[in-house]
T-cell receptor, first 111, second 116 residues
Framework: GNSVTQMEGPVTLSEEAFLTINCTYTATGYPSLFWYVQYPGEGLQLLLKATKADDKGSNKGFEATYRKETTSFHLEKGSVQVSDSAVYFCALRGHGNQFYFGTGTSLTVIP | GAGVSQSPRYKVAKRGQDVALRCDPISGHVSLFWYQQALGQGPEFLTYFQNEAQLDKSGLPSDRFFAERPEGSVSTLKIQRTQQEDSAVYLC??????????????FGEGSRLTVL
């Protein structure tokens, strides 16, 4: 079946620190992979996506590379800002229309 | 509207009451999804509509849960005889097309249900 496992939080970093949030997946076939972000008081919104192996999704300084050999899609940012404080969800879409989400990782960036 | 709109944002129900949660998707979006998000968890799939047709309801946890989208736009998720374990945030999402496997989901802010 399809599932997503992501690094548990919460994660607290100082401003300008390097961020990695690990995400691995189990899927049949070749899923599309996504990172969604939920800022305080707001709905989930798409951060980035990758649709095939070796694709790199990027947005707002965040990057994630679709690694089929390790079934991973780790989220990285070289220098986090206070405004990046949010909950981050890794997700996959396999065959059909269901999206499968990880449990979310809460990030707090302190000045 | 500009985004997916859900109402009410907050709902407190006594155990055994029926509740109805409304979702107004982005205009013209074909696909509509309902998810349940328990505290500290990721969203869990409940059901999926393509226009007015409910194509997948495999995630509905019991026959107390019922969803409809009669005219292919607004959708209502109804929970009958609510139980405490139904307490969660109910998220609605829409997508422009049905066939695009890479299509982005647009989420509403959710309806937080608390069952006492």
């Amino acid at each position: 079946g399809n599932s997503v496992t992501q690094m548990e939080g919460p994660v607290t970093l100082s401003e300008e620190a390097f961020l990695t949030i690990n995400c691995t997946y189990t899927a049949t076939g070749y899923p599309s992979l996504f990172w969604y972000v939920q800022y305080p008081g707001e709905g989930l919104q798409l951060l980035l996506k990758a649709t095939k192996a070796d694709d790199k999704g990027s947005n707002k300084g965040f990057e994630a590379t679709y690694r089929k050999e390790t079934t991973s899609f780790h989220l990285e940012k070289g220098s986090v800002q206070v405004s990046d404080s949010a909950v981050y969800f890794c997700a996959l879409r396999g065959h059909g229309n269901q999206f499968y989400f990880g449990t979310g990782t809460s990030l707090t960036v302190i000045p | 509207g500009a985004g997916v709109s859900q109402s009410p944002r907050y709902k407190v129900a006594k155990r055994g009451q029926d509740v109805a949660l409304r979702c107004d998707p982005i205009s013209g979006h074909v696909s509509l999804f309902w998810y349940q998000q328990a505290l500290g968890q990721g969203p869990e799939f409940l059901t999926y509509f393509q226009n007015e047709a409910q194509l997948d309801k495999s995630g509905l946890p019991s026959d107390r849960f019922f969803a409809e989208r009669p005219e292919g736009s607004v959708s209502t998720l109804k929970i009958q005889r609510t139980q405490q374990e139904d307490s969660a945030v109910y998220l609605c999402a829409s997508r422009e097309t049905s066939g695009d496997v890479t299509g982005e989901l647009f989420f509403g802010e959710g309806s937080r249900l608390t069952v006492l």
